[in-house]
């Protein structure tokens, strides 16, 4: 059976640590290799000498890239393409509300916890409009369930299809005011373009999952399987983020670990998926 096509997708905001490298190398042994692409729209937190300590690990690590790298910087006008073709629809709508405004709604008891632009008049989104004060742009969440009808998304590791469940999202922010797209939007767009077949990533993103199934109804792309692995955790059982460098693969190489040792630390990777499909 041919393997299928996963990717890697590290945003070049700080070192990778052992989350990502655990993440690389689930990439690496269902897909037989993977392609790098570096998720980089957020221009205010992307800086490039990440994206060179990403090469750098990934090459101590042993576990190389199938491709050229590449760069959701250089796909702005595939995703401004993709929210144009929702806004031609109708099924986005500009948001006006502030940073200071929205983090006000959120904080709010008595509001959902997904904010709408509610918040603010109607007049008043007018007057910002007219301001020439960019918007944010939010999916109308329930026209777009309305229209897709029953949905599920392919869950390689439960070996069973999820339905659907955006109870917790609301009206999700495809593209932010500052850099006119998102994680969300750009990620369905990317994993078509690339022809991805098999989404390998944490856990932690799982609860993504069910607004990228959508969306990709909503363009009419393909969709994916997914595997979202276990998480590595530190010796007291948190999460690894970026800013703790402790854990960063640079860190334990330049105390003179080997690729083995630091792939002795992780978690058994899979070498095959539990479940089988066509790719
Ligand atoms: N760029 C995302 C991250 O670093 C991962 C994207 C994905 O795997 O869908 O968390």
């Known amino acids: 059976m041919p393997y299928p096509v996963t990717r890697f997708a590290p945003s070049p905001t700080g070192l990778l640590h052992l989350g990502h ?13 993977y392609i790098l692409r570096i998720d980089d729209i957020d221009h205010t937190r992307c800086r490039p ?22 760069f959701q910087s250089r796909r702005l006008d595939a995703y401004a393409d993709a929210l144009a073709s ?25 509001e959902a916890p997904v904010a709408t632009d509610s918040a603010i008049s109607a007049g008043e989104a007018v007057r910002r409009a007219e301001q020439g004060v960019e918007p944010a742009w939010r999916l109308r969440t329930a026209a777009a369930l309305e229209l897709v009808g029953e949905l599920t998304w392919r869950d390689l590791r439960g070996g069973v299809n999820r339905p659907v469940d955006m109870t917790t999202h609301g009206d999700v922010v495809l593209a932010r005011r500052d850099i006119g797209t998102s994680y969300h939007l750009s990620v ?20 993504s999952t069910h607004i990228h199934r959508l969306l990709q109804a909503l363009l009419d792309l393909p969709s994916p399987a997914y595997f979202h692995h276990d998480l590595v955790r530190d010796p007291t059982g948190n999460r690894l983020a970026k800013r703790h460098d402790a854990r960063s693969i640079q860190t334990f190489r330049e105390a003179g670990q080997t690729a083995e040792d630091i792939i002795t630390l992780l978690p058994p990777a899979p070498d095959s998926l539990p479940f089988e499909r066509d790719f």
């Open 49 to 70: 000498e990440f994206t060179e300590a990403i090469y750098r690990d990934l090459e101590f690590l042993g576990l190389p890239w199938r491709e050229d790298p590449i």
């Open 188 to 207: 369905v767009v990317d994993d078509s373009l690339d022809g991805v077949t098999l989404v390998t990533r944490g856990a932690d993103l799982e609860d």
């Open 21 to 33: 490298a655990y993440s690389a190398l689930v990439a690496s042994q269902l897909g037989d290799g």
């Open 86 to 110: 929702l806004r031609a629809r109708d099924l986005v709508y500009p948001c006006f509300l502030t940073r200071t405004e929205l983090a006000d709604v959120l904080s709010a008891p008595q």
